[in-house]
């Protein structure tokens, strides 16, 4: 479970860095437009019909982008709200999990006897420290390749847009 909230955050955090993007691609072409129609009215100040009409074709092709650049901010904010409440119930639900853990305790109780006996020179017979830390070698070396491939995914999206 706490892996999962851990990749909840991540996620929340990216559909952010990915807002904090389209923003600023935004007020880019924003400002881009707001050029082009500058230049369209400088040009029809000196009748250059030639220039109103480059302008005019640029205003429209940055108006557009503006436009679906808008659409795409507003669907990722709203990806973002949906991310969060689905991170807040995780941890809502690993908080309750956690709270509940008292009637555990009889299982800790356990745990200290076997911590005893191992400080007595004992072994535990369900516990290999070798073959924990290859699962964990194995755990974490699965969790990097899955945000290898998450990050080429969202490699190939952004290329696409």
């Given at each position: 479970?706490?892996?999962?909230?851990?990749?909840?955050?991540?996620?929340?955090?990216?559909?952010?860095?990915?807002?904090?993007?389209?923003?600023?691609?935004?007020?880019?072409?924003?400002?881009?437009?707001?050029?082009?129609?500058?230049?369209?009215?400088?040009?029809?100040?000196?009748?250059?019909?030639?220039?109103?009409?480059?302008?005019?074709?640029?205003?429209?092709?940055?108006?557009?982008?503006?436009?679906?650049?808008?659409?795409?901010?507003?669907?990722?904010?709203?990806?973002?709200?949906?991310?969060?409440?689905?991170?807040?119930?995780?941890?809502?639900?690993?908080?309750?999990?956690?709270?509940?853990?008292?009637?555990?305790?009889?299982q800790a109780s356990t745990e200290q006897?076997?911590?005893?006996?191992?400080?007595?020179?004992?072994?535990?017979?369900?516990?290999?420290?070798?073959?924990?830390?290859?699962?964990?070698?194995?755990?974490?070396?699965?969790?990097?390749?899955?945000?290898?491939?998450?990050?080429?995914?969202?490699?190939?999206?952004?290329?696409?847009?």
């Open positions: 479970m706490r892996e999962a909230v851990v990749d909840a955050k991540v996620a929340v955090q990216e559909v952010q860095e990915a807002i904090a993007r389209t923003e600023r691609e935004l007020s880019l072409e924003r400002q881009r437009l707001a050029d082009a129609e500058r230049r369209g009215r400088l040009a029809a100040e000196i009748q250059d019909q030639e220039t109103v009409t480059v302008a005019q074709r640029f205003a429209t092709k940055h108006r557009e982008r503006a436009g679906v650049l808008e659409r795409k901010l507003a669907n990722q904010r709203e990806e973002l709200a949906l991310a969060q409440r689905e991170l807040d119930d995780m941890q809502a639900q690993l908080k309750s999990a956690e709270r509940d853990r008292p009637a555990m305790q009889g006897a076997w911590r005893d006996v191992q400080s007595a020179g004992g072994n535990r017979p369900d516990v290999d420290l070798q073959d924990e830390l290859l699962k964990a070698d194995m755990d974490r070396a699965a969790r990097e390749a899955a945000a290898a491939r998450q990050l080429e995914e969202l490699k190939k999206k952004m290329r696409k847009e």
